[in-house]
């Protein structure tokens, strides 16, 4: 008996096991429906990262042996080994497609921190890493990682350009590597990471394309690739521009024109266009390419973060939502299987205005950014011209200072750092808007059902009503009983009844100003979030523009370039210089051509008869007093006439 109850007992246990289909067979881990399965690469990333890391360093070693630098110890061991710099900012004729692909690369790169759990690869050779310090130590790995790639440029050697191919095409090839063997990651989204590499990746193939392009040219042409002549010709043709302005304005006053050169016109005044004989500097073009990549890589997490987690919840919709609904109060309809297809549709509805809100505002970020780079162009020719901006308070003194200079190296972080947060500001704002909108105003009308704000309003007629008549006739009366016209002039009349009507209108005026008060805050709050990552306008009044640190920043930035890159200025030494001493005849790779410096000494030359009988070293002389006297009448150099002729008074020369 006890062996059949002993039977009876396991039989029982096993139809209890039985119960627990869903437990894994031979000890394996189901994984959830839509989870991403660990990738586990043929080799580690950290591997990767460390021969990374060697190679950029005797890259970085090889390069420096390639440039000497004299400025420190100008006669010491016949030059040393110096450090090359990754970017020429003021090169204003330099190559900009290195420059702006280092910076992409590197802002893709900081992106791609939010979904790795090792913010330093190599790290994970020794032991894991934790999140927190390791994240800040990434914010400097990066930039060191990424320099000798831009250096290689600066440097403008045959052997720089072969280091840089072969170190972009090391850089390419580990990333392509790694976005083929683990495309999808478990955070945030499964694509998100190949995704958010697409800038990296168009950046360095652009690097991997432009180096081997540039060694070629150094062994077909056989030229020297000192800076020199890069740095002259576009301030030569800054110059050329400068003095045919005065015919072309001439010419174009003669013209009509029709509606479409007007609509051009207007075009160009809204949208950036590039305009002959003049260049934006490097710094701005770096900014519009940080702003163009900060804007993609925002609104891939905005949307890739929100929308697959809407479309798993209304796919997994079932009727228990009916009953959950109605524990709260709600009941969408009587028939459970329609209250399942309304939650769906609502949730459809919030995905359309959540994308919508995305478009809208990454749209609006894009306009604003084009809007802007007309408006630094019209700042700097103003300023290049030695004309008082309408920028108050503009620094005036055109020496850089220590806050200037600060402000100059944080201008392109800030602007990307800013276009960043307007952009999420403008996707809750245009979210909440437009999901008021669709779910108050224009479902309800669709349907015929919840018409929440709509009975409201209703009910409310009489106030809507009678604040609408109080602006009304007040705006008839202004205009009909309170104004009148004697030849040509208005002055008022009828005073008694302005006085009492005012006095009269005083309650209901109360009411319009909360209304006309809340309208105020909504435009000046979408207003302020469209314009925030917009640096050259202030978000505050002209008398607290000062308070604003984004507007700050950008009338340092506008002070040094101006101060340290006057195109005119560059042109005006460069011919100096080259007045020193005879030059052969030079070609457009070199700069200044020789017709040109005639063209410019033959404007700074007298119409002395005696004078020209004296030689070609007359001709430099009075050339190069002709420059000075240029130089020093130019009101943004002012400040530094006073200090550099402090000891040519002293001597009796009067400027």
Known sequence: MSRAAGNQTSGDTDNYDSWYIDDPQGGQELQPEGAVPSCHPSVPPGLLHACLAVLSVLVLLQLAMLVKRRQLWPHCGNGRPGLPSPVDFSAGDGPRTVPAAIFMVLFSS????????????????????????????????????????????????????????????????????????????????????????????????????????QLVRSFSHRTAMGSEGLQSSYPEEYLRTLLCQKKLGSSSHTSKHGFLSRAWLCFRHYVYTPQRGFRLPLKLVLSATLTGTAIYEVALLLLVGVLPTIQKVRVGITIDVSYLLAGFGIVLSEDRQEVVELVKYYLWALEVCYISASVLSGSLTFLVLIRSLVTHRANLQALYRGAALDLSPLPRSPHPSRHAIFCWMNFSAYQTAFTCLGLLVQQIIFFLGTTALAFLVFMPMFHGRNLLLLRSLESLWPFWLTLALAVTLQNM????????????????????????????LFPINLLVGAVVGAWRVLVSALYNAVHFGQMDLSLLPPRAATLDPGYHTYCNFLKIEVSQSHPAVRAFCALLLRTRKPQPTLTHQDGLRLGVEEEGMQLLQTKDSVAKGTGPRAHQGRARWGLAYTLLHNPALQACRKRALSGARANGTQP
Request: charged share 10%; aromatic share 14%; proline share 9%.
């Open 477 to 504: 009366a202004a205009h009909w009983v309170f104004l009148e016209t004697h030849h040509g002039r208005t002055d008022l009349t009828n005073r008694h009844a302005l006085y009492a009507a005012t006095f009269l």
């Open 110 to 213: 900081l992106c791609l921190l939010l979904p790795t759990e090792a913010p330093l690869p190599f790290l994970v050779l020794a032991s894991p890493p934790s999140q927190g310090p390791w994240m800040m130590l990434a914010l400097l790995y990066y930039p060191a990682l990424y320099y000798p790639l831009g250096a290689c440029a600066t440097v403008r050697h045959r052997a720089s350009y072969l280091l840089g191919s072969v170190l972009s095409w090391a850089h390419l090839g580990i990333q392509v590597w790694q976005r083929a063997e683990c495309p999808q990651v478990p955070k945030i989204y499964k694509y998100y990471s190949l995704l958010a590499s697409l800038p990296l990746l168009l950046g360095l193939a652009v690097l991997s394309i432009w180096y081997p392009v």
